[in-house]
């Protein structure tokens, strides 16, 4: 019998289908991902992310109409470090975990400008929007363990590619190859002949001029010394580089660990498109944090709003209070372990309105937990309080579950 | 593209001091790099790029060579391109050597070789 009740209770969940979740929208607060886009309302494709000077000046070309004009729609991330310094960013420098190297690294500076064809949400079509806005990450876990013990693999392997490559640079340097010797003989010719009638500086040029007889020495020489490097008659080489790419293949780039976020952003508001007569038209700073571990992940958000365009106290109702500030915060449990079909998680929201007394602040505390069934089936079930108190119950378990009680009712 | 430079880098005879520089790109590639300078004059071992290192004085590099074999592996998901800039500043003039390879499959590693010679002419 039980089995019975079991069968029917899938049954009807599944049949029930994992839409009935209506009730239970687990992204309420969401950290933005491009500040002053996200305030002037951009969706995230629209933002332009050049990650270089060139694409960064042909983005802004194509935008201004050649220069010609001031954008009317655009929005830009732009990462500093990345686009103004000449260095780069290897494996190691992205694992490093110290304040300045993270810092650097996910720094971003977020600009955007909007003009609008007539009102839409709290934009007016006479004006023009500017938003300048900053995002970085204060601390910023370390890659899995499973991925740093593959880098320290991928080292050794290299070293040990390394250290052959050294012995075959001290045998090259003893090469009494006829052509090699000539080469070498005939570039220090040229060098010393050059230098007899110019200066040190000038020779270091000629070096360098692509066109000289000495540049074609050189090149003919350093392709030689590649052939002469590329020799590996035993295949030793070429099984640690193939190795190499295994490891580097297996390699996921998680990260595991405490990770904290700070963004902000504001909004200007030109009248009548006046660069001379603006006001403030929104702003908010939020901070995201959490830590991410194995089976167990953490997440919390809070964040102050000035002006939003969508008041979360009032259940995202379109603002239309003028200077409001709003204060919401989250956090979200959750226990999802690998190779299981079971994942919980239990989410609690508080929303506030700051700036006036009429509107009281709420919260909201949900368990959330699925089962999947089969590949795109799952049994789920929610409970918990909603803000205005009430009790909240869902998920297609739970409907399963009270049509079970319905159907043996004793009449 | 090349993976492999022998070149000459000129010095004068004084007591100012060379560095060398290496970068390795494109960002997200892991590198391993084993540094030498004939003579016992500085051995090194990197893993990812190599910040200006003070490598000699002038004099002392004269008739010495930089011998550089670093093998940089192509982990990131958004280019295939592995490139290494070696800076040397200090000797006569600034110069800046640039070798890079786009690989063929993802994951590939590539080894690159370097031999500079250090004159005083």
Redesign the interface.
């Known amino acids: 019998m039980k089995k019975y009740i079991i069968l029917l209770l899938a049954i009807v969940a599944l049949q029930r289908g994992f839409a009935q979740e209506e009730g239970v929208t687990l992204d309420l607060l969401k950290a933005a991902s491009s500040p002053a886009a996200n305030i002037l309302g951009f969706a995230v494709s629209d933002i332009e992310k050049p990650t270089d000077l060139s694409s960064l000046m042909l983005s802004l070309q194509s935008a201004s109409n050649t220069f010609n004009a001031l954008p009317s729609n655009y929005a830009l991330d732009l990462a500093p470090y ?1 686009l103004l310094s ?9 694992n490093n975990t110290d304040f300045g190297s993270v810092f650097r690294q996910t720094f971003i500076i977020s600009l955007g400008v909007r003009n609008v064809d007539s009102v839409l949400d709290n934009f007016k079509a006479e004006n023009t929007y500017a938003g300048l806005g900053f995002k970085f990450s204060i601390i910023r876990p370390k890659y899995i363990a499973e991925d740093s013990v593959l ?1 320290s693999s ?2 050794r392997k ?2 040990e ?3 052959f ?2 012995q ?3 045998k ?2 003893e090469s009494q190859d006829p052509q090699v010797l000539y080469l070498r003989n005939r ?2 010719e040229i ?2 002949n050059y ?1 007899q009638s110019h200066t ?2 000038e ?2 040029a000629m ?2 001029d692509s066109t000289s007889e000495y540049f074609s020495v ?1 090149r003919q ?6 052939n002469f ?1 590329q020799k590996d008659s035993a295949g030793f ?1 070429q099984q640690l ?1 193939d190795q ?2 295994q490891d ?2 297996k ?1 996921t ?1 998680t990260r595991q660990g405490f990770s904290m976020e700070i963004s902000g952003g504001l909004g200007s508001e030109f009248i009548n498109k006046q660069f001379n007569n603006s006001r403030l038209f929104n702003a908010g700073i939020w901070t995201s944090f959490g830590y991410t571990g194995k089976d167990l992940t953490l997440l919390g958000l809070l964040r102050w709003l000035y002006n939003p365009d969508r008041i979360i106290a009032m259940d995202n109702m379109p603002n239309q209070i003028a200077d409001i500030s709003t204060f919401d915060g989250g956090f979200r449990l959750m226990y999802a372990p690998k190779a299981t079909r079971f994942t919980a998680s239990l989410e609690t929201i508080y929303r506030s309105v700051l700036s006036t007394e009429t509107i009281d602040p709420s919260w909201r505390l949900i368990f959330n937990a699925d089962y999947a069934l089969f590949k795109n089936q799952k049994l789920t079930f929610s409970f918990g309080r909603n803000f205005d108190g009430t009790l909240s119950r869902d998920g297609n378990l739970v409907a399963a579950l009270t049509f079970l009680a319905g159907f043996g009712n004793k009449r | 593209m090349n993976t492999s430079l022998d070149t000459v880098y000129l010095v004068s005879n004084t007591e100012a001091v060379v560095t060398l520089e290496i970068i390795i790109g494109a960002t997200g590639q892991t590198a391993q790099t084993i540094i030498n300078v004939s003579g016992g004059i500085f051995d090194h071992e990197v893993e990812g790029s190599l910040p200006e290192t003070e490598i000699g004085t002038n004099r002392a590099l004269i008739d010495n060579e930089l011998s550089i074999s670093s093998v940089i592996v192509d982990m990131s998901p958004d280019t295939n391109v592995t490139e290494m800039i070696i800076r040397l500043r200090g000797g006569i003039a600034f110069r800046e050597y640039h070798l890079s390879k786009v690989v063929d499959t993802d994951k590939e590693a590539v080894p690159y070789v370097v031999l500079i010679h250090f004159i005083n002419i």
């Open positions: 990345f000449k260095k780069t960013f290897t494996t190691t420098d992205l880098l991928i080292h290299a070293r590619v390394n250290q490559n050294q075959e640079l001290k090259w340097k570039r220090m060098l010393r230098r040190a500086e020779t270091v070096q360098q050189e020489l350093s392709f030689l010394l590649g490097t080489k580089l190499i790419q580097a293949a390699f780039a």
